[in-house]
């Protein structure tokens, strides 16, 4: 364990109080907020007891009995610098590591962990971006009624027509606009793993924080949205350092079809994503190994290729007190993953519950499976021993789906503030049927204004 318990769940409960009380007495919640500040912070302690490993390799999941804790505290703040045109900065300060420093499952167990750990607190930017909208309203009927927006955290309050576009410039993570569900996409406040909370083969751009420089197109016309995106992505893949220069990049699109089952909101997306840059063939790694009698080795053997991939997510309110979900996702698994994780397939599904029928309204129960799959590609590149972003044990001579069930509370204990239980049951992590399985016990911690 770290030393950082104790003063991150101080934080955690202190933090968000005064930057509510300065937004609150900067605006007029009756007109549109020409400006806001707002806060979160969010602890995790994650622990696992021993598991059976008849051996390990050097990205395995750690058999022994372990814990590790996370901590982040960030600062939302947002302007208007003219109409309908707005600008988003994010600071965050971030501690603690992941179990096994990030490592040992596809479906990595913490959304809140980062691929880069530290002992002491660290300042990064993870947004700086502009919003421009355009209101469909102003051309007359086009637009539709008008919406309010509630203030949140990178969104300032007011209203815009229903049909709009939006455009978003400079640096934040895909999936802040693609693959959103409302049931399992927020790590601070639902579901923990990765391959829950976003669609496990979307190997979307970004640094080992998650996030990166480009732009994305929202066109919303009553019942559908389509949404297109440009991204750099990693010098190299799983990098600290963005490309910037977009010679190596991502394109996606995800068009989104909303509707009502008995007055019940829903909605189907498929998002489409394809990658270009420097990535390793896995046939091509394991033929090398095998000719210089070494593991392979994706980093000397890197071409400038593509690997497209697809995702479809749905999500239906069943009623005003619980919904569903499911997400279904593959990719190319003859190349290297180059940014998210080695999964090549995946499907999951889950339920989230309000806690109305037992007297607590704002708590939430949710539960959810995921079944994460590899390509034969890249099975036999695991299997001679080489290593990915998050797996690789040294060898898989049996390989099994990597299939996980995780479960939440959400316990509302004031306004803005939440504490989680979470478990989570990976059967075979990293795919490799000789090791685990694997219980995961998690505490969240989480206040926001």
């Given at each position: 364990?770290h030393?950082?318990?104790?003063?991150?769940?101080?934080?955690?409960?202190?933090?968000?109080a005064?930057?509510s009380?300065?937004?609150?007495?900067?605006?007029?919640t009756?007109?549109?907020?020409?400006?806001?500040?707002?806060?979160?912070?969010?602890?995790?302690?994650q622990y696992?007891?021993g598991?059976?490993?008849?051996?390990?390799?050097?990205?395995?999941?750690?058999?022994?009995?372990?814990?590790?804790?996370?901590?982040?505290?960030?600062?939302?703040?947002s302007?208007?610098?003219w109409?309908?045109?707005?600008?988003?900065?994010?600071?965050?300060?971030?501690?603690?590591?992941?179990?096994s420093n990030?490592?040992?499952?596809?479906?990595y167990?913490?959304?809140?962990?980062?691929?880069?750990?530290a002992n002491?607190?660290?300042?990064?930017?993870?947004?700086?971006?502009l919003?421009?909208?355009?209101?469909?309203?102003?051309?007359g009927?086009?637009?539709?009624?008008?919406?309010?927006?509630?203030?949140?955290a990178?969104?300032?309050?007011?209203?815009?027509?229903?049909?709009?576009?939006?455009v978003?410039?400079?640096?934040?993570s895909?999936?802040?606009?693609?693959?959103?569900?409302?049931?399992?996409?927020?790590?601070?406040?639902?579901?923990?793993?990765?391959?829950?909370?976003?669609?496990?083969?979307?190997?979307y751009?970004?640094?080992?924080w998650?996030?990166?420089?480009?732009?994305?197109?929202?066109?919303?016309?009553?019942w559908?949205?389509?949404?297109?995106?440009?991204f750099?992505?990693?010098?190299?893949p799983?990098?600290?350092?963005?490309?910037?220069?977009?010679?190596?990049?991502?394109?996606?699109?995800e068009?989104?079809?909303r509707?009502?089952?008995d007055?019940?909101?829903?909605s189907?997306?498929?998002?489409?994503f394809?990658?270009?840059?420097?990535?390793?063939?896995?046939?091509?790694?394991?033929t090398a190994?095998l000719?210089?009698?070494?593991?392979?080795?994706?980093?000397?053997?890197?071409?400038y290729?593509?690997?497209?991939g697809?995702?479809?997510?749905?999500?239906?309110?069943?009623?005003?007190?619980?919904?569903?979900f499911?997400?279904?996702s593959?990719?190319?698994?003859?190349?290297?993953?180059?940014?998210?994780?080695e999964?090549?397939?995946?499907?999951?599904?889950g339920?989230?519950?309000?806690?109305?029928?037992?007297?607590?309204?704002?708590?939430?129960?949710g539960i959810?499976?995921?079944?994460?799959?590899l390509?034969?590609?890249a099975?036999?590149?695991?299997?001679?021993?080489?290593?990915?972003i998050?797996?690789?044990?040294?060898r898989l001579?049996h390989?099994?789906?990597?299939?996980?069930?995780?479960?939440?509370?959400?316990?509302?204990?004031?306004?803005?503030?939440?504490?989680?239980?979470?478990?989570?049951y990976v059967?075979?992590p990293?795919?490799?049927a000789?090791?685990?399985?694997?219980?995961?016990?998690?505490?969240?911690?989480?206040?926001?204004r």
């Open positions: 364990m030393s950082v318990t104790g003063l991150s769940v101080l934080a955690v409960l202190t933090v968000a005064p930057l009380a300065l937004a609150e007495a900067a605006q007029d009756n007109a549109p907020e020409d400006y806001s500040l707002h806060g979160q912070s969010t602890f995790v302690l696992h007891p598991f059976h490993s008849p051996y390990r390799g050097a990205n395995s999941l750690d058999p022994g009995s372990r814990g590790n804790e996370t901590f982040d505290a960030a600062i939302f703040a302007a208007r610098l109409r309908q045109t707005e600008a988003y900065l994010d600071v965050e300060a971030d501690q603690g590591f992941g179990l990030t490592l040992g499952a596809a479906g167990l913490s959304g809140e962990a980062y691929k880069v750990g002491w607190p660290y300042l990064r930017v993870p947004r700086l971006f919003r421009q909208t355009f209101d469909l309203g102003d051309l009927d086009l637009g539709g009624e008008d919406v309010v927006l509630a203030p949140a990178n969104q300032l309050g007011g209203t815009r027509a229903t049909d709009n576009i939006i978003t410039l400079g640096k934040f895909p999936t802040d606009m693609f693959d959103a569900n409302r049931y399992a996409h927020d790590p601070r406040a639902d579901f923990f793993n990765w391959s829950i909370v976003d669609s496990g083969a979307f190997d751009a970004a640094d080992a998650g996030y990166s420089y480009g732009g994305a197109a929202e066109w919303t016309q009553a559908w949205t389509l949404r297109l995106g440009a750099n992505l990693s010098r190299v799983n990098s600290r350092f963005l490309q910037r220069d977009f010679s190596q990049f991502e394109l996606v699109a068009g989104e079809m509707e009502t089952i007055n019940h909101p829903g189907i997306k498929l998002l489409g394809v990658n270009r840059g420097h990535m390793a063939d896995y046939e091509r790694a394991v190994g000719l210089t009698n070494t593991t392979p080795d994706t980093a000397t053997l890197r071409d290729a593509s690997r497209p697809f995702a479809l997510n749905v999500e239906q309110q069943i009623d005003s007190e619980w919904g569903v499911v997400r279904a593959f990719n190319d698994g003859t190349k290297e993953a180059y940014e998210f994780t999964i090549n397939k995946s499907l999951a599904a339920a989230s519950f309000a806690g109305t029928d037992w007297g607590r309204p704002e708590d939430v129960f959810a499976g995921v079944v994460n799959g390509s034969r590609s099975r036999d590149y695991f299997a001679a021993g080489g290593l990915g998050l797996i690789g044990d040294g001579p390989y099994s789906s990597e299939d996980i069930l995780e479960t939440y509370y959400r316990l509302s204990v004031v306004e803005g503030v939440a504490v989680s239980f979470d478990y989570q059967a075979h990293a795919y490799n000789d090791r685990g399985p694997v219980s995961a016990f998690g505490l969240r911690v989480h206040a926001e």
